[in-house]
């Protein structure tokens, strides 16, 4: 166990500039924070560095990793949130980018921008079993308002950083049945899906919605009915009122 007591220290500075998308995507590294994401980063041996305050210490003695300990001040400048849980992680990210095919039912998220939106729709997956997501030019996944939204969810889905080519893959495999939403689609209670095939969803940016690319690999087009005149829905509550549906 180390301890430091600067911010000048250039581990800590190193650590610090992980709060950027850019050094995040240099270093293939990022932050999680919260006891309980954390532990589970640890049993799966994805953190690489563990920094605590000295008072928590104690419990991360045993862990099979570097461990910093550090004064109060420098957690709280490292943590997202204002009153933090006093552990923050550094973690390898290579991982999101090792493509594999679905073990189950997956989604496919194309151009999602809003990090909460991204954090919600991870959190809805892992509620409904959804095995995969495949993510095309979304917003960093570890960006800290993602993984804030996802409340401790994010290591139960498996998460891929993919493009089209992904994504054709995908849909060639026949094991692998893709539907997406729209306004003039099929009503999502009446769909029939096959039963011996993982159900791929895919979600769409908030401003355009599914690219052109990617509805060419959709079997199916479903719609959600809405009353009172409302038109469409936020894309994390869409996909979550279609996940539920695929899975009753």
Request: with cysteine; charged share 25%; aromatic share 6%.
């Amino acid at each position: 166990m180390i301890e430091i007591s600067s911010t000048n220290n250039p581990q800590i500075k190193k650590i610090f500039s992980l709060k950027e998308k850019k050094t995040r995507n240099l270093l293939s590294l990022a932050l999680i924070e919260g006891e309980k994401v954390v532990l589970e980063a640890l049993e799966l041996g994805k953190v690489k560095t563990l920094v605590v305050e000295k008072d928590k210490a104690e419990k991360f003695k045993d862990v099979n990793c570097e461990v910093i300990c550090v004064p109060n001040f420098i957690l709280s400048k490292l943590s997202s949130v204002e009153n933090g849980q006093g552990v923050v992680a550094v973690i390898d990210t290579h991982f999101a980018c090792e493509f594999k095919m679905p073990k189950g039912n997956f989604l496919v998220l194309d151009g999602v921008a809003d990090p909460g939106n991204l954090g919600s729709i991870i959190r809805s997956a892992v509620a409904f079993g959804f095995s995969d997501i495949y993510a095309i030019d979304c917003v960093d996944v570890f960006n800290e308002k993602v993984l804030r939204s996802a409340s401790g969810t994010f290591f139960k889905v498996g998460f891929v950083k993919t493009d089209y080519g992904g994504l054709e893959r995908i849909a060639k495999d026949d094991k692998n049945y893709i539907i997406s939403a729209d306004l003039n689609g099929e009503n999502v209670k009446n769909i029939s899906l096959p039963k011996n095939k993982n159900i791929g969803v895919i979600l769409g940016n908030e401003g355009n919605g599914i690219s052109e690319t990617a509805k060419k690999y959709v079997k199916k087009e479903v719609t959600i009915p809405m009353q009172n005149n409302v038109e469409s829905l936020n894309v994390a509550v869409s996909g979550s009122v279609i996940m539920f549906e695929i899975i009753k």
